[in-house]
Every structure is written in structure tokens, then in C-alpha cells.
């Protein structure tokens, strides 16, 4: 089974530029979230999905960053405009139905590092 | 507001040592627990998880945890440490009630093991 997969695993874009992040789920999953690490700090919660719906989105540190979840497969984070404290490395995670069960896993991909000049 | 510490930002152990990795947890409940590691150019891979019952947990590659909730604690643990397991190590928490299963993380602990 394929897990949780992203592109690009690198990016270096200029302050002011656009980027997009993508992120496939294990296929099934109806979770995904979209977490981040800014360097030497922690890993954060940005938001999370449940198909297309964006289910909690209470960790998106500003109107910059727009993510989406057409057809409740794949997702897209895009910055718009980059700026410099956005640099970091983001990770998606997937998880099955929460219905399920407390204590679900979720399951991450290997996440973007972004720089941004 | 939970939180998750790790107060060790590095650690260095010899090959075969035992090893122990602190977490501490603040929250309103007994939240249910995970620690991830984070080898170079992988994603973090689930080690092992607490939700309830036997407060010591087994995981894979052996590592285990036990749960203190006097101490609100779940400190990581391994016997016999091998080179492979040098590598980044994330403690994290989950709310048991609503809000989905957003986790949070501690700020991790670097393993380096010396041959």
C-alpha cells in the first residue's frame, strides 16, 4: 500500500512568489491534515479535511494560505504571496474515518521543505 | 490550552546503551499519546500509541512507553539502542473529545548514536 505522498519535496521560491504544495493521501483515507514545523520550533496543526470539507481550520496562520481538497482525493496548499517567515517544512498526515474510533493513527507523508528567500 | 514538553533537544547515547526520552503532556484530561520518529528524508513514522488500558506500551522497532498520569508523563524507552535508530523523535497528544484528531507535538529530540 502506497502511503502519504507530497511534492515537491523542495522548494525554494523568492519572497513575494507564489507556491503550491500537494499532498496525496493513502488512498481511502478520508482524513487529511496539513501540518508545519518552522525550524527549531515544533511541529503545528494548520487544518484538516474530512473528504473536501475543511473540518478545523483554526491552525492557517493567515489569509495567505489557502488550502483545498477537490473531490476529497488530493490536497493543495498554496501560499500566496510567500514571505519569509513562511519557510519551514510542512507535512501532511491521512487518517481513516474518525467515526472509527478515539485514537485513530494518522499516517504522514515526508513532508516540503520550503525556503523562501 | 494542551501542550506537549520534551525537554531534551539533543541526546547522544553509545550503541547498546539503554536510552530514555522525556515527555511531559498539560491537559484538562488523559488525552491519548503517540510518539513519531523522523529518520533523514522520511516522514514521521508512528512508533507507538496510548489510548488506555495497560499503561506500558510496546512498539515497533523495539521501543515501549508508559503512561504516568501523576507524573504526566510518557517517557520513551529502549534497552539496547542500535545506530539505525539516530533520528528525530516527536512526542505528540490527541484530544479525546470533538475537535477531530488534531495532534500536538513537542518540539522533539534529536538522537545521535555513537558507534
Known amino acids: 500500500e502506497a502511503g502519504v505522498t507530497q511534492f515537491p519535496s523542495h522548494s525554494v521560491i523568492e519572497k513575494g512568489q507564489t507556491v503550491t504544495l500537494r499532498c496525496d493521501p493513502i488512498?481511502?483515507?478520508?482524513?487529511l491534515y496539513w501540518y508545519r514545523r518552522v525550524m527549531g520550533k515544533e511541529i503545528k496543526f494548520l487544518l484538516h479535511f474530512v473528504k473536501e470539507s475543511k473540518q478545523d481550520e483554526s491552525g492557517m496562520p493567515n489569509n495567505r494560505f489557502l488550502a483545498e481538497r477537490t473531490g476529497g482525493t488530493y490536497s493543495t496548499l498554496k501560499v500566496q504571496p510567500a514571505e519569509l517567515e513562511d519557510s519551514g517544512v510542512y507535512f501532511c498526515?491521512?487518517?481513516?474515518?474518525?467515526?472509527?474510533?478515539?485514537?485513530?493513527?494518522?499516517?504522514f507523508g515526508p513532508g516540503t521543505r520550503l525556503l523562501v528567500l | 490550552a494542551q501542550s506537549v514538553t520534551q525537554p531534551d533537544i539533543h541526546i547522544t547515547v553509545s550503541e547498546g546503551a539503554s536510552l530514555e526520552l522525556r515527555c511531559n503532556y498539560s491537559?484538562?484530561?488523559?488525552?491519548?499519546l503517540f510518539w513519531y520518529v523522523q529518520s533523514p528524508g522520511q516522514g514521521l513514522q508512528l512508533l507507538l500509541k496510548y489510548f488506555s488500558g495497560d499503561t506500558l506500551v510496546q512498539g515497533i522497532k523495539g521501543f515501549e512507553a508508559e503512561f504516568k498520569r501523576s507524573q504526566s508523563s510518557f517517557n520513551l524507552r529502549k534497552p539496547s539502542v542500535h545506530w539505525s535508530d539516530a533520528a528525530e523523535y516527536f512526542c505528540a497528544v490527541g484530544p479525546l473529545t470533538g475537535g477531530g484528531n488534531k495532534l500536538t507535538f513537542g518540539t522533539g529530540t534529536q538522537l545521535k548514536v555513537e558507534l
Open positions: 491537559y484538562g484530561a488523559t488525552p491519548y
Open positions: 488512498s481511502g483515507h478520508d482524513n
Open positions: 498526515a491521512s487518517s481513516q474515518d474518525v467515526r472509527s474510533g478515539w485514537g485513530e493513527t494518522q499516517y
